[in-house]
T-cell receptor, first 112, second 110 residues
Framework: EPEVTQTPSHQVTQMGQEVILRCVPI?????FYWYRQILGQKVEFLVS????????KSEIFDDQFSVERPDGSNFTLKIRSTKLEDSAMYFC??????????FGSGTRLTVV | QKEVEQNSGPLSVPEGAIASLNCTYS??????FFWYRQYSGKSPELIMF????GDKEDGRFTAQLNKASQYVSLLIRDSQPSDSATYLC??????????FGSGTRLQVQP
């Protein structure tokens, strides 16, 4: 069964450092997303991406965040200057249509 | 603002029983509704989606939607210990971004 692949599975970074989280969506999917889940809290939408541009973003997705699809397979989330409160599980997802997101296994980001 | 409310639980049912999970939402413009299962430390896994009023069945799972009451539910028949997880209700209001509830923790007792 096709799956969304995320790397790394766990990243520890110092406050103020830049991190890049990587995702390989399912190959025939056209819509890509990033969500995050702070420990014990809700899954929160960050950004959606379609046709090589951001189609929607949440209030969380401020100037510190950016996304990129550098080639035909990867989809990345960059956090420019990490803060302690960025510590969370970050999930990439992709979909072919509105009725079935597939989530990756996630990257646990720990900011120290 | 879209809000999705779920009872955090835990909801405890004996093995073989029917588990009933409920979700209410505030945005009348919501069009599609999803139930995800999330095991501890894992990513959400889609169980079902529903967008029309009424019931939708898939194996042991039945989703029910009542747009007038702004209410979605998930029934799990013949509950198994492996069904023990957190069940997340989510909605999409036409823009593809999902708004999730905080989830209901289900415990199925052997």
């Amino acid at each position: 069964e096709p799956e969304v692949t995320q790397t790394p599975s766990h990243q520890v970074t110092q406050m103020g450092q830049e991190v890049i989280l990587r995702c390989v969506p399912i190959s025939n999917h056209l819509y890509f997303y990033w969500y995050r889940q702070i420990l014990g809290q809700k899954v929160e939408f960050l950004v959606s991406f379609y046709n090589n541009e951001i189609s929607e973003k949440s209030e969380i997705f401020d100037d510190q965040f950016s996304v990129e699809r550098p080639d035909g397979s990867n989809f990345t989330l960059k956090i420019r200057s990490t803060k302690l409160e960025d510590s969370a599980m970050y999930f990439c997802a992709s979909s072919a249509d509105s009725y079935g997101y597939t989530f990756g296994s996630g990257t646990r980001l720990t900011v120290v | 603002q879209k809000e999705v409310e779920q009872n955090s639980g835990p909801l405890s049912v004996p093995e073989g029983a029917i588990a009933s999970l409920n979700c209410t939402y505030s945005d009348r413009g919501s069009q599609s509704f999803f139930w995800y299962r999330q095991y501890s430390g894992k990513s959400p896994e889609l169980i079902m989606f529903i967008y029309s009023n009424g019931d939708k069945e898939d194996g042991r799972f039945t989703a029910q939607l009542n747009k007038a009451s702004q209410y979605v539910s998930l029934l799990i028949r013949d509950s198994q210990p492996s069904d023990s997880a957190t069940y997340l209700c989510a909605l999409e209001a036409g823009r593809r971004a999902l708004t999730f509830g905080s989830g209901t923790r289900l415990q199925v007792q052997p």
